[in-house]
Structure formats: structure tokens, C-alpha cells
């Protein structure tokens, strides 16, 4: 006797499918490397703003930095826009029309088109903020922050007439891209002298070259009580105290 096949629906797979916190599918699965429990991306990462523990066993995920034992399982995000038709279509419409909505019209041109960096694309080609979209990909996994690059006028400083306003001040990169890096991005954007140096600030507090964007977000923006998105880093040229 020949054995009749099961059909299998979406919700018999929704207990490996769904995000323990908000109950949803997942999206961006990211899994704690710790423990191996798996939440949207998004959710995990506001969890760890104000515990250190995984939300589903309880188990200390990292003393001070949750954030570096987070992956993103790209295998998981394929099964599940597979499983569930339309998913995908769905949320790139609502990314889309999130980015559309938070982010100001520059010169009366489009919103600002948010960038994917780890190393900023700084090489070749005109230095506008535009790229062809090759390394678009490069630190993905890495969890993302949304900044705005201000540059700080009224210094009094010689150099001030050279830094400018960046054409596109509002960048989406990695969190773990370094003060280094954004001054790196900075002086080739705006085509400064190697030997020109800049002082990057946060709230007013010049920032330290290894201070990464997520040490400065958890430690120097939420904590100061800012609770506005993007976060907001000005530059200006060196101030010499000498």
C-alpha cells in the first residue's frame, strides 16, 4: 500500500520561520552566536540597546558588546522568501518607501540614496558620492547605522573655507567603521591635502580615532538622551591648541 504524501502549509514551518520578539516572520535573520536563537534583525539589535542577555534563553551574550556576536544567516532569509510568497517584494517596497520618507531633499534633487560602507568607496572617478553599486555588498553582515555628516562652520579656523558641506551628507555603514575611516572618507570626498587633518565631533566632543560608530552611538548619542535617527557627526578642521 503505497503511502499518501502529506502537504505541508507555511504555518506547519512557523515556529523556525518567525522572530521570537515581535512574532513575525523573519527578517534580516540574524542568530546570536552564543546560543544560536535567531530574531529579525532589527529586533535583536534594539533588544541589545538595553540588555546584554538573549531575549528567548536568557544567557549573557557578551559583557559589554552584545552587537559583535550577532550573524546574519542568509541561508535562512532565502528559505524563508521561498516559503513565503511575496515576503520579499514586501519588505523591499516598505525599505524603500522608509528610506523615501526619512531622508531630506538635497538641492532640489532625489532623497539622498543610503550606502552600504565598511571601507567608504573613495577610489576614482569624479568624487561625488555616487558608485556603481560594485561593493554595495561589502560588510553587509555587519550591523548597520544610519549617519548625517555635518560640517561644523564658525571656527575661526584658516583652513575652514576648504571643508565644505559634503554634496550627500547622509550615509548608511557599517557600525563598526571607525572614526579613522570617516575622516579617511571625509578628506577624499572633499579632496583635502594628505597632511590636512580634521576633528570629527559628536554632541559637541571630538571623537577619537578608534572610537567605532556604534561606541559612540551606545556611549556619546543615546545616552545624552538623543533620540533621533540619523546620528549626527560633525566635522571641522584640526583645532591647534599649540
Known sequence: MAATGRKHMVKDFNHFITCYLCRGYLIKPTTVTECLHTFCKSCIVQHFEESNDC???GIQVHETNPLEMLRLDNTLEEIIFKLVPG?????????LEFWKKNQ???NGQ???RCQRLGLPDVGGGGGDEDDDGSNEDYHRSDPQIAICLDCLRNTGQSGESTVTDLMK???????????GTIKKFLSLKLKLPSSYELDVLCNGEIMGRDHTLEFI???RWRLHGENTYPMVLEYRPRIDFG
Do not use: G
Open 217 to 219: 552611538y551606545m556611549t
Open 87 to 95: 515576503l520579499r517584494e514586501k519588505e523591499e517596497q516598505q525599505e
Open 169 to 179: 551628507r547622509f550615509i548608511r555603514c557599517s557600525s563598526r567603521v571607525t572614526v
Open 55 to 57: 531575549p528567548k534563553c
Open 110 to 112: 532625489e532623497n539622498v
Open 104 to 106: 531630506p531633499r538635497e
